[in-house]
């Protein structure tokens, strides 16, 4: 029999999936915060059979999060001194690119080169994914004032108003190659304002200037019908680009710079990379992408453009259908980014994209499917899963954005993806029977399919019962079949019924481990075994608070701040809604300052400003957390008045938080003030106000 005894920081490592699954660990003031390069190996129920383990929450995507309580620091730094860790996480000096990158390439290892292709191509679009999306929905509303005749968008003689509104998106389309160089530059790790310089040197009023030249010449291609000019630039010919919009160029001009700028720095003294590597890598770079590279790029994208209208011309029906059937498996590894490129290319060359219409299917499809989940968790009261699918459905229906409904929802639930491409399949077909004959579904702008962007169309009727097709089928699907397992299913309906009865909603088997700011060597006990070591465990928890607190004897605690007090199943946060961190409430603060809800030790302040712990007298902990993943402003905005080790009475200053500065960062500026060791009390009974002054009474707590 195996004699290995495990502490609690290996036990966390090998329930999230061990060292080497790690891509960046952190912690804030309860919780570790792991990426992981596969997330699917995280083992929940071994991660809260814990003892250290308050419970473990999946964040979508590569993110979860272990809930420790006030111990986190402690819990963190022996993780991080584990032998194991030494090349993991962030200790390693990979960057998040590296771990994906090495990922996929573990999961199709056939082909790397391809697998580094698509991750080159997507992470130099990733970036600019906002700008697109604000791009897209100014196309969108300038589409529907167009639809109902309040303006002729398209003529050439409209007002100088709307011109001015068109320079609005434009301006993302016609700057998009720089944009792209950009970013290649910085996934390439040269310096990113190397290429963008040399993409800029394309749109200078000098260079555009040059068709305006005496010397130009121009003939007419008959393949392209279109008329190219050329001009002698030092006895050489030059062929004369609109490069506004086009995105293959920067992709290759910016992988030759990076050969360029790499070579120079392994041959030019490091003491002058700064001055010389960028110069020399611009001489040889600019003459080469107008010479070569530029046209060779335009050339590329127009074939390809023109080998994809062939395809839709050609087999229009296996076109529809095969689109809206390959997205599903191409977003959530971020290889659609080709895809999108070519939508340029084709707006560019041809003046219209073909693709973006049956790529709406899937897209609706996909929503569908997250609007079947919106409507179970809301006839099922889950809370947390009702707040995660309205999200993820406001973000697909108004932006047209699929990854919050991917990463969030579809991909942690097997049953979800047969049925959405169901509907994938339902609306392709749609697509490809309503427009037989035709080209199909165009449109002549890029944008993002959403139900804004529906005038974009054309024919807009029926793109729009197309989409409306795969919404309504997934939809369904999900709604009738349930997007659960028959045990996921009693898994999340036991754990209704406990939160209903009031009963721990984390892990009702274990232990209570004293995981608040105060519990130290408390919390290493060791996990107990059924309810009778829960109840033993409990009761060592309370006998460790100060001997003066009789049974029965209560303490007040106030609101932090003045404003609306929130319950704390209402706070948006899974882990404080669930109860897990302890009972308490939220208040919704008015002001910047936030004051001590009690007196007695801070016993863990957090550097970046955001949470404190505070342990009174007799033996209350109080967790006061400052807004929701706060953490991530890094102390910004924060301005902490003490420090841990400090006594605070009631009333006095704890920080000064510029809550606007919160608000403007998009987070939810609700400070959740929590009694952590609850279940070493009799009971922690908030006091019922709706809104409160700073001092006002908002929790009672009974030995």
């Known amino acids: 029999m195996s004699t290995e005894v495990r502490s609690p920081a290996e036990a966390i490592i090998d329930g999230i999936g061990g060292a080497e699954n790690v891509t960046s660990l952190t912690h804030c003031a309860t919780r570790l915060r792991f990426e992981l390069a596969d997330a699917s190996k995280a083992d929940k129920e071994a991660l809260e059979a814990n003892p250290k383990v308050m419970g473990a929450v999946p964040q979508g995507g590569r993110n979860y999060q272990v809930v420790i309580g006030g111990d986190v620091a402690t819990v963190y ?22 771990v994906k990158a090495a990922a996929r390439a573990k999961s199709k290892g056939k082909l790397p080169w391809m697998d580094t ?32 005749g309040v303006v002729d968008f398209r003529s050439p003689d409209k007002p100088a108003s709307w011109f001015f509104v068109d320079a609005m998106w434009r301006s993302v389309f016609f700057f998009l190659p720089v944009m792209v160089a950009y970013n290649a530059g910085k996934k390439l790790r040269i310096d990113p304002w190397v290429p963008a310089a040399a993409m800029l040197a394309m749109f200078t009023p000098e260079f555009a200037g040059l068709s305006d030249n005496p010397a130009v010449q121009c003939v007419t291609n008959d393949t392209l019908a279109a008329e190219q000019c050329s001009i002698d630039i030092f006895g050489m010919p030059m062929q004369l680009q609109d490069y506004g919009g086009n995105v293959f160029v920067p992709l290759i001009m910016a992988a030759v710079a990076a050969l360029f700028y790499k070579g120079f720095q392994k041959i030019i003294p490091s003491a002058v990379h700064m001055v010389f590597v960028p110069f020399l890598t611009l001489l040889f770079i600019i003459p080469l992408t107008a010479f070569v590279i530029g046209p060779f790029g335009v050339w590329a994208g127009n074939g390809i453009g023109a080998g994809l209208s062939w395809l839709n011309d050609t087999v229009p029906f296996v076109f529809a259908l095969a689109i809206p059937m390959l997205y599903p498996f191409l977003v959530p590894l971020g290889l659609h980014w080709p895809l999108n490129a070519l939508m340029l290319v084709n707006i560019q060359t041809l003046g219209y994209d073909f693709i973006q219409g049956p790529m709406g299917a899937w897209n609706f499809a996909c929503f569908g499917a997250t609007a079947g989940v919106l409507a179970l968790s809301i006839r099922d009261h889950d809370n947390v899963m009702r707040q995660t699918s309205g999200s993820a459905l406001l973000a697909g229906l108004l932006g047209g954005v699929s990854e919050p409904s991917l990463y969030g929802i579809h991909l942690r639930y097997k049953r979800i993806y047969p049925r959405m491409l169901v509907g994938c399949f339902a609306g392709g077909l749609t697509v490809a029977l309503l427009t037989l004959g035709t080209n199909g579904i165009t449109t002549d702008a ?48 036991a754990a209704r019924e406990a939160a209903e009865n009031g009963e721990d909603t984390a892990n009702t088997e274990n232990a209570y481990h004293a995981a608040s700011p105060a519990a130290g060597a408390a919390a290493g006990a060791g996990a107990g075994a059924g309810a009778g070591a829960a109840s033993a465990h409990a009761a060592d928890s309370a006998d460790s608070a100060d001997a003066s607190a009789a049974a029965g004897t209560t303490a007040d605690i106030a609101s932090p701040a003045e404003g609306d007090v929130v319950p704390m199943a209402d706070i948006d946060d899974p882990v404080f809604s669930a109860g897990t961190l302890g009972d308490g409430v939220g208040i919704v603060p008015a002001n910047n300052e936030v004051y001590s809800p009690v007196s007695g030790t801070v016993m863990s302040a957090m550097k970046s400003g955001h949470a ?29 008045a003490v420090k841990k080790g400090d ?41 019922g106000l709706k809104h409160a002054a700073a001092g006002d009474t908002v929790i009672t707590a009974t030995h």
């Open 117 to 148: 292709f698509f991750e080159y191509l997507s992470d130099s679009f990733r970036p600019i994914l906002g700008v697109l999306l604000g791009a897209s929905l100014i196309i969108a509303f300038a589409s529907v004032l167009d639809a109902f």
């Open 446 to 493: 890029f944008v993002f399919t959403s139900l804004l962007t529906i005038p974009v169309f054309t024919p807009m009727a029926k793109y729009a019962i197309s989409i409306a097709v795969a919404f309504v089928v997934a939809f369904l699907l999900i709604f009738f079949t349930d997007y659960r397992t028959p045990e996921e299913r009693a898994e999340a309906k």
């Open 647 to 687: 006594t605070i009475q009631k009333g006095e200053l704890l920080a000064t938080v510029d809550f606007d500065k919160v608000r403007a960062a998009g987070y939810d500026t609700t400070i959740v003030l929590a009694v952590t060791n609850t279940k070493a009390l009799a009971a922690v009974t908030p006091a």
């Open 612 to 640: 404190y712990g505070i342990k009174t007298a007799d033996g209350v902990e109080v967790l006061v957390h400052i807004g929701i993943n706060t953490v991530k402003m890094k102390g910004d905005g924060f301005s902490p």
């Open 77 to 98: 730094d022996q993780i991080m001194a584990l032998p194991q860790m030494k090349n993991a996480g962030e200790s390693d000096g990979r960057s998040n690119d590296d």
